[in-house]
């Protein structure tokens, strides 16, 4: 037993299935044993293993939001798997709040709706993050491109990142005389990226069962298709000037024009020419990070698109010996060849 999962009204055992092999650790006991060598081992666990932890996870959903939950003791002996709270009636943001704001205040400085935020104002950044909500246009932009003036900039020159503001100054006064100028023109699509149902982040890339079900791809829609001559399916590149991915297309109206969308998570896969045949969109991402969780801008980026002849095929649903396909044999297939 190391762990479970929580997400909205659903609580989710994840039970051992089988003995760990060798020397293998969970990942709580890794990071426990770490702080035990760093002296820090009774800060980290708190007198917990994992089964405290989920058993304490679980006191706390019932205290909170779930108060009929089981006890992992019933989750496991009832074999329940995934424990619905069952929805009487709908749910209003902030109701008890509204009702009492004294008895029930916001997770706020003053307990009310701020309007004015203390924290962002001390961050001392108005430019990026400014105190009181208002439009900030992007750095990279189909409007706009801030910051990014030169495009093919040497390693040291990145104008994305976030400190660089006399770094920007020193490369407009003197730029690289290589630098191409970026404008939407260049890199007219903006990417965007989002979960796939086949992983949890990376996790799960290698799953091929997964991969069959969901493949990775660029979502586009018609109107942009049918400007660079790319059909459905067709293996295409997306690219700008920190990075390029190879990857089938999928043509699609659920897709707004001027965009594209590449599920996140991928694993990378270069060729001996740096472009990544694995479909993971970090190739085309800057070093800037955001302002207040730091973390990377995976939707301030603007790509292009290229077309090629190559059809992607799609995986066979069964393989018999013999036969030969472009396309790697199936999983779904159980009776995998030996050789």
Request: glycine share 6%.
């Amino acid at each position: 037993m190391e762990d479970g999962w929580k997400y909205g009204d659903e609580v989710i055992l994840q039970p051992k299935l089988v003995e760990p092999p060798g020397e293998c650790k969970s990942d709580y006991r890794i990071c426990a044993e770490i702080a035990e060598r760093l002296g820090i081992g009774e800060a980290f666990t708190e007198g917990r293993d994992e089964r405290a932890w989920v058993e304490w996870c679980l006191d706390r959903f019932r205290e909170t939001r779930f108060p009929d939950l089981p006890t992992l003791e019933e989750f496991i002996e009832q074999n329940l798997g995934v424990y619905v709270n069952p929805v009487t009636k709908p749910a209003i943001a902030f109701a008890d709040f509204r009702a009492d704001p004294e008895k029930h205040p916001l997770n706020t400085p003053s307990g009310k709706i701020e309007i004015f935020s203390k924290q962002l104002y001390d961050l001392n950044n108005p430019d990026e993050i400014p105190a009181i909500p208002k439009y900030i246009q992007e750095w990279e932009s189909p409007f706009e491109n801030q910051y990014t003036d030169y495009a093919d900039l040497p390693f040291g020159y990145d104008v994305t990142d976030s400190h660089g503001k006399e770094q920007k100054e020193k490369i407009r006064a003197n730029p690289c005389p290589s630098a191409k100028s970026v404008s939407k023109k260049v890199f007219p699509l903006q990417a965007i990226g989002h979960h796939s149902l086949a992983r949890v982040h990376s996790t799960h890339a290698n799953n091929d069962w997964l991969e069959e079900a969901f493949p990775q791809r660029v979502f586009i829609n018609p109107i942009d298709a049918a400007a660079r001559g790319i059909k459905d399916g067709e293996q295409v590149k997306v690219f700008n000037a920190r990075g390029a991915l190879v990857l089938p297309c999928r043509v699609t109206p659920r897709i707004m024009p001027g965009v594209v969308d590449i599920p996140q998570g991928a694993w990378w896969s270069p060729d001996e020419n740096g472009v990544d045949h694995g479909g993971n969109v970090n190739v085309l991402t800057s070093h800037r990070w955001t302002p207040f969780a730091f973390g990377t801008a995976q939707h301030t980026i603007m790509v292009e698109v290229e077309g090629s002849k190559s059809k992607v095929e799609e995986p066979a649903l069964s393989l018999s010996k013999g036969q030969t396909s472009n396309a790697r044999p199936s999983t779904f297939d159980l009776r995998r060849r030996s050789s």
